[in-house]
């Protein structure tokens, strides 16, 4: 597929004198340089973030009617339930409120709906069960912002909510003793897309500080709970959930992995192994080995696995579920590459590509909780905004995911009067709708899109922080780029450009030969490439090629040796 190479503007002069005050690579003061960070302050306080950087949790609306509340019930002995989502920022989120909660005193339970049966979301029925076990008070996370009639329900069960979320909330906020979302008008929060648990932790940090104020760690002679242990569950919630990491989620997710490295929990311990990760944690981990293991419970079946593997301290259990979470997300995978390769075929019959600026796919029966994962492989096949829709007893129900320049949510809400509903944010949502319904939605989805776009957003656009040479990539300089991480959203990994590079050797490699191993050469230096699924794509390519090659570079240890290899971002043939 052809891509935009926009290159970042860079000053010569800039990087050098960064690089002096800050005693980094010509290399890392390069990519800070092109993204803004020139000075050598905020470039320090960019590479070395504090938590003393973290905005007050006061600034998020309803915190504080929220922390005095939840202070309120642990005081009070009130029973608490913690109601969360099952993907891993939810799961991530219950376990933190729950092992915050018993660090305070209290004895909090948990209930994660099941995918499969009720959906996402705070339901009704599921606030019945919690009211008939003699349940008082119920604190959401990562959902409820849009439930307005269970909220309703609630209140006439004699249940109080405290709802915590981060998706956008709808014209009417239910009915709740607080209401806690950074989305909500008036916020303060300088950070207005943390993820679920940021916002979990939030309201700890914000109610131990309550019940500090209360007298309450004094009374009880009980040792304040320290929120720097629960850093690694944000770390794991917010990188899954793939918000920009920029700010106080870089802050969070920065010293989240600090924890998780120095003291891993017995969960995180197990899931690392069956996941063959080995050395340092890095975000890239939790986002491709061990999110996708955590989400493999609630999208096939009970997410409660997840949550008992992360709060379980006997490394027996925890060995034991992570295998368990390991072998259901070998059935996830293997789910979705039947949905995917159905969904692919549609869209190639049909001919919707590349005519088409939007893509809407429904099957009977595709599997609710990997048709997520199928829109966003679609997204990355044919860069076009995707809703893929599994029928069930006339019902569709399915995921969308976006491309840069379209906000879901808001494309979504311009064909609201065919929807049954819909809930998310700018790059993810959910939806229902009746099967009927959905060649029609397919025209309108068209159509808003089309309105919402231009030409040029149909076409990738890859970002280059830097044009370098080979002889700059040297180890030392390679491996100073960590410095830059956590990658995501908002700080993507680093992707330089070289030009006029020779293709000495190159291979198709993997199970089904869909990698190719490519060997460059400039200036005299030859390093090795490698560009993932991408061997159909450069399957004419020949030895002696003469090449521009975008990549990012790192340093990869094999049988105790380091070398630099490079991962291929796009590649252009002279």
């Not at 996941?275 to 890095?282: D, E, H, M, S």
Request: glycine share 10%.
């Amino acid at each position: 597929m052809t891509q935009r190479w926009t290159i970042r503007d860079g000053d010569p002069r800039a990087r050098e004198e960064l690089s002096r005050a800050l005693s980094v690579s010509g290399l890392l003061a390069a990519v800070l340089v092109a993204r803004g960070i020139a000075m050598p302050d905020p470039a320090r306080a960019f590479l070395s973030p504090t938590l003393g950087e973290l905005p007050d949790p006061s600034g998020i609306p309803g915190m504080g009617a929220g922390a005095q509340r939840l202070a309120e019930g642990v005081m009070n002995g009130a029973s608490l339930w913690v109601y969360a989502d099952y993907d891993v920022d939810g799961v991530t989120s219950a376990a933190l409120l729950t092992e915050f909660l018993t660090q305070c005193g209290a004895r909090p339970r948990v209930h994660l709906p099941r995918r499969d049966r009720e959906g996402y979301g705070l339901h009704a029925s599921a606030l019945e069960e919690i009211a008939a076990q003699g349940g008082q008070l119920v604190v959401t996370a990562d959902c409820g912002i849009t439930a307005v009639d269970a909220a309703r329900r609630a209140v006439e069960l004699g249940l109080e909510l405290i709802i915590t979320d981060h998706h956008a909330p709808g014209d009417e906020l239910p009915q709740a003793a607080a209401v806690v979302n950074p989305k909500l008008p008036g916020s303060a929060y300088p950070e207005p897309a943390p993820a679920g648990v940021g916002v979990a932790w939030n309201l700890a940090a914000a109610t131990r500080r309550e019940l500090r104020l209360r007298g309450w760690f004094d009374a009880a002679g009980r040792a304040e709970p320290d929120l720097r242990d629960l850093l690694d569950l944000v770390a794991l919630g917010t990188v899954a959930d793939v918000v920009p990491l920029r700010g106080a989620n870089r802050v969070l997710v920065r010293h989240g992995l600090e924890v998780l490295n120095r003291v891993p929990r017995a969960g995180v311990a197990a899931l690392r192994e069956v996941a063959g990760v080995r050395g340092t944690l890095r975000g890239g981990h939790i986002g491709f080995q061990l999110g996708p293991r955590l989400n493999a419970a609630g999208r096939m079946g009970d997410p409660l696995a997840a949550l008992q593997l992360l709060i379980s301290s006997d490394p027996g259990e925890a060995a034991r579920l992570a295998g368990e979470l390991d072998r259901v997300n070998r059935e996830r995978q293997s789910e979705e590459r039947g949905i995917a390769d159905a969904a692919v075929a549609r869209v190639e019959e049909e001919k919707w590509w590349p005519q088409r600026w939007s893509l809407v796919v429904e099957g009977a029966g595709w599997h609710p909780g990997v048709i997520g994962i199928v829109a966003s492989r679609l997204v990355e096949r044919f860069h076009r905004p995707t809703v893929v829709l599994g029928v069930v007893d006339g019902q569709a129900r399915g995921s969308a995911r976006s491309i840069r320049g379209l906000d879901l949510h808001q494309a979504l809400g311009r064909c609201a009067d065919v929807l049954t509903r819909f809930g998310g944010h700018a790059a993810a949502a959910g939806l229902q709708l009746p099967e009927e319904q959905v060649p029609g939605f397919r025209e309108r989805f068209e159509a808003v899109v089309r309105d919402m776009l231009g030409e040029e957003d149909l076409v990738p656009e890859l970002v280059v922080d830097a044009e370098v040479a080979f002889p700059e990539l040297h180890r030392d300089a390679v491996a100073d780029l960590v410095r830059l991480e956590p990658f995501g959203p908002g700080n993507p990994g680093p992707v330089l450009v070289s030009r006029g590079l020779t293709l000495v050797d190159l291979r198709t490699m993997g199970q089904e030969q869909e990698h190719l191993k490519l060997r460059l050469e400039q200036g005299g230096r030859s390093l090795d490439a490698v560009a993932w699924r991408q061997a159909s794509e450069f399957a004419a390519l020949r030895r002696g090629a003469v090449l521009d090659v975008a990549f990012s570079p790192e340093v990869n240890a094999w049988k105790g040796a380091e070398r630099v290899q490079l991962t291929v971002r796009g590649l252009r043939e002279r």
